[in-house]
């Protein structure tokens, strides 16, 4: 029972066959042990061999199942005893059912086998292994590894050695194959030749492929190192410009602290001065048209000069420069006046008349266009583009007043001023009509002017 149950046992799995096939040399492998000892699932891309024989197969070799050989491992399982029964079973039945393969030469006390004679078609003990090799008559026997089924080994049509290898057909023959079987008038070598040639084939082209993987490692490998050079300046690079860029918004940031500072503590609105109808904001750095009562009416006139609000401090000396953010508010009034000797009185004598008199100074926009106002003189602007932020220069030792866009840095009108008595700068937001004109005039106050470079096409007056 051991040796048909070692037949019926795929060398690979050790287990019984599933969905056996045969190969060419007669060795039996399950399906998917030799799919998997191949390396492939049914599309042959590499040199196919036997694993029991170790002779090179078909390239094209196609592998059906063996249905009689399956039928008989299922009769097998089917019959089989179970575990239960051998362990209740009489020692001499386990022990026979479990025994090794014995010398088919030692009659009267069984011995162990360890060689196979194919040509005697039996299996040979030490002593009888060793008497092939001592005589004349049986030393050219071939002789292997003990096997349970030396038919196996054999050609299954002429029960001759397979010692022969069909060189068109690629699989192992006997003599009388070639002789008179299938294989008549193939071209054959011996088997030993052909298994030599087959390994020297299979080591060269195992040399081929690590020649070539080993060329495509030096490259992958030269390609990384190269990537990671490209990573490593890329990551310089972009630390060294992140540097720079925080070198630069540090410097932004320092300078608009000392803008922030330096106009915190710059002259502001004068509440005092203010038009009762303007609301001043808590900084007094904003001015805006107080939002009226239901039913109040106001002034048609947007433009009327006495809406207005001095600044702080004057000056009569020195070079100042201070900024109004407008935005887009549609109607404003900004410029410097004389104020009055006493503050008390109001801005009456120096607001009511901005712009129309000689001791005041400014630019008036009124949707869209801009004019240069003083003396009951009116000057219209060309501005190309919209002003937002406006820029004022008083350089009191030229006696020029100055009016930029503070955000292109460009003349937009010079005044000449010759004034002994104090300035004040002076903001009017103009009325609000219909809620379109509310947003403030903020005032931004740079107490250390620097020395422009600014387009100076627009003359003196």
């Known amino acids: 029972m051991g040796t048909v149950e070692e037949t019926l046992k795929c060398p690979v799995c050790q287990d019984f066959f599933t969905d056996p096939v045969t190969l060419p040399c007669g060795h039996d492998f399950c399906l998917t042990c030799i799919q998997a000892v191949w390396e492939t699932d049914g599309s042959h891309q590499a040199p196919l061999f036997c694993p029991e024989c170790q002779i090179f197969l078909p390239p094209d ?62 299996s040979l003990c030490q002593a009888h292994a060793l008497l092939h090799q001592q ?35 690629r699989v192992p023959v006997c003599c009388l194959c070639v002789l ?9 070598s011996q088997l030993h030749e052909a298994c030599a040639d087959f390994k ?24 990384e190192r190269l990537m990671m050079q490209i990573i490593d300046a890329e990551e310089a690079y972009v630390t060294e410009w992140l540097e720079a860029q925080r070198g630069v918004m540090e410097a932004q940031i320092k300078e608009i602290d000392t803008l922030r500072a330096a106009n915190l503590s710059s002259p502001a609105l004068d509440s005092n001065t203010a038009h009762p ?60 006046t004389t104020g009055p000797a006493d503050k008390k009185d109001g801005p009456s004598q120096s607001s009511s008349g901005l712009g129309v008199n000689n001791t005041s100074w400014c630019i008036y926009h009124g949707d869209g266009q801009y004019t240069a106002c003083h003396d009951t003189q009116e000057k219209q602007l060309s501005v190309g583009k919209r002003v937002r932020k406006l820029g ?36 009017n937001p103009c009325i609000d009509v219909n809620g379109l004109n509310r947003q403030p005039l903020t005032l931004f106050w740079i107490n250390d002017p620097w020395n422009w470079q600014v387009n100076t096409n627009v003359g003196k007056e």
């Open 61 to 122: 070799l196609t592998l059906e199942v063996n249905t009689i050989l399956r039928t008989k491992v299922k009769d097998f399982i089917t019959n089989m005893p179970s575990t239960a029964e051998l362990q209740m079973a009489p020692p001499d039945r386990a022990s026979k059912s479990s025994s090794a393969i014995h010398c088919d030469h030692c009659i009267e006390t069984p011995s162990v086998a360890v060689k196979t004679c194919l040509t005697c078609d039996a």
């Open 277 to 336: 109808k303007l609301e001043i904001s808590q900084d007094r750095k904003q001015v805006h048209w107080r939002q009226q009562p239901v039913g109040e009416t106001t002034s048609p006139q947007p433009y009327d000069s006495q809406y207005s609000v001095l600044a702080q401090e004057s000056f009569t000396t020195g070079q100042h420069y201070w900024e109004v953010i407008v935005q887009d508010k549609p109607y404003w009034l900004i410029g410097v």
């Open 135 to 169: 005589r004349s008559a049986l030393r050219e026997h071939t002789v292997v590894e003990v096997t349970g089924d030396p038919l196996s080994l054999k050609c299954r049509e002429h029960r001759d050695e397979l010692k022969l290898f069909c060189m068109e057909e």
């Open 180 to 188: 008179v079987g299938t294989h008549k008038n193939h071209k054959a």
């Open 392 to 427: 004022i220069l008083a350089n009191l030792q030229k006696g020029e007043l100055s009016f930029y866009d503070a955000d292109s840095v460009t003349l937009l009108h010079s005044f000449c001023v010759q004034c002994r008595e104090p300035l004040y700068p002076m903001f």
């Open 200 to 223: 020297k084939s299979a080591a060269d082209f195992r040399e081929r492929v690590s020649d070539k993987y080993s060329r495509i490692r030096v490259v992958l490998d030269g390609d």
